[in-house]
């Protein structure tokens, strides 16, 4: 941490000034804001700002050049990365599955047909409708850029054509396959009855939802998944994606939302609202 603080104080002081002082800090600060962007809403933040105090207090302890003090927090500073390393691996999962999606360059590398995105859009729309007025429940999980295969091994194989009737018939009450999720990539029915996870996410309201919601909002969150939740309940849908949620969808909405965020592959959700 020492050779931190040097290059700091060198900054400051004008020794080290140059251009590519400027890109170095240039990417630390972008690197910064991503990493605030990333963790906001999480349980994160507050570690955060725990380790950001501990820095602060060894950053003093070099500056007033307190030995003892400036030993002891090197030794826990080395045992806390670790810790962290540990205890946040699904937000480190998350984060770098959301670097790994590249960005716009990921639009560019796998586009999507526009006649595609309307059928799927019709499809998913009719079928969401169909089931909610069947009174049953269904999570329909949409892949994007983030390979969704272990979720669907966890699943029975279905590979059918995407259609709302083969959709509304799987999440029959009397389906042995209407537990569980179903994915979907592209005009295709991967698997039914897929298992999700249930871990933490950025919507501090999880645990007012169901089952069905709060898988939705994990895997969005972990994934650049697009997720159509009908409540089994209220036979409201919904819409999961980037670990947010709105719920109360009419089929105008549906069909819009939907649109929007199957043609762009990152776009977040524009607004939240809470699932019924």
Same mark, same amino acid.
């Given at each position: 941490?020492?050779?931190?603080?040097?290059?700091?104080?060198?900054?400051?002081?004008?020794?080290?000034?140059?251009?590519?002082?400027?890109?170095?800090?240039?990417?630390?600060?972008?690197?910064? %804001?991503?990493? *605030?962007?990333?963790?906001?809403?999480?349980?994160?933040?507050?570690?955060?700002?725990?380790?950001?105090?501990?820095?602060?207090? %060894?950053?003093?302890?070099?500056?007033?050049?307190?030995?003892?003090?400036?030993?002891?927090?090197?030794?826990?500073?080395?045992?806390?990365?670790?810790?962290?390393?540990?205890?946040?691996?699904?937000?480190?999962? #998350?984060?770098?599955?959301?670097?790994?999606?590249?960005?716009?360059?990921?639009? =560019?590398?796998?586009?999507?047909?526009?006649?595609?995105?309307?059928?799927?859009? &019709?499809? *998913?729309?009719?079928?969401?409708?169909?089931?909610?007025?069947?009174?049953?429940?269904?999570?329909?999980?949409?892949?994007?850029?983030?390979?969704?295969?272990?979720?669907?091994?966890?699943?029975?194989? +279905?590979?059918?054509?995407?259609?709302?009737?083969? =959709?509304?018939?799987?999440?029959?009450? #009397?389906?042995? *396959?209407?537990?569980?999720?179903?994915?979907? #990539?592209?005009?295709?029915?991967?698997?039914?009855?897929?298992?999700?996870?249930?871990?933490?996410?950025?919507?501090?309201?999880?645990?007012?939802?169901?089952?069905?919601?709060?898988?939705?909002?994990?895997?969005?969150?972990?994934?650049?998944?697009?997720?159509? +939740?009908?409540?089994?309940?209220?036979?409201?849908?919904?819409?999961?994606?980037?670990?947010?949620?709105?719920?109360?969808? &009419?089929?105008?909405?549906?069909?819009?939302?939907?649109?929007?965020?199957? #043609?762009?592959?990152?776009?977040?959700?524009?607004?939240?609202?809470?699932?019924?």
């Amino acid at each position: 941490m020492d050779p931190f603080f040097d290059a700091v104080r060198a900054i400051f002081n004008g020794q080290t000034f140059a251009w590519n002082t400027v890109l170095d800090v240039a990417i630390v600060f972008v690197f910064v %804001y991503y990493l *605030l962007r990333l963790i906001r809403g999480t349980r994160a933040v507050q570690v955060l700002l725990g380790v950001l105090v501990l820095v602060v207090i %060894y950053g003093l302890a070099v500056l007033f050049q307190l030995t003892l003090t400036k030993l002891l927090f090197q030794a826990f500073l080395a045992i806390a990365v670790f810790a962290i390393l540990i205890v946040f691996q699904p937000e480190l999962r #998350r984060g770098l599955g959301q670097l790994g999606q590249l960005g716009p360059l990921n639009r =560019l590398l796998a586009p999507t047909d526009e006649e595609e995105v309307d059928r799927m859009v &019709d499809e *998913l729309t009719r079928a969401a409708l169909l089931i909610s007025g069947a009174r049953h429940g269904a999570l329909i999980v949409i892949e994007r850029g983030t390979g969704l295969q272990d979720y669907t091994e966890t699943g029975v194989p +279905v590979n059918g054509k995407l259609s709302a009737e083969l =959709l509304a018939s799987i999440f029959m009450v #009397r389906s042995p *396959l209407h537990d569980g999720a179903v994915i979907v #990539r592209g005009p295709q029915i991967l698997a039914a009855a897929c298992l999700l996870p249930l871990e933490d996410t950025q919507d501090r309201a999880a645990h007012r939802y169901g089952m069905r919601h709060r898988a939705a909002l994990s895997i969005s969150s972990q994934t650049d998944a697009i997720v159509i +939740v009908v409540s089994e309940e209220t036979q409201a849908i919904s819409i999961a994606s980037s670990g947010r949620i709105i719920g109360g969808l &009419d089929e105008e909405r549906l069909r819009r939302v939907l649109s929007s965020l199957l #043609r762009s592959r990152l776009q977040p959700l524009p607004f939240r609202s809470k699932a019924s």
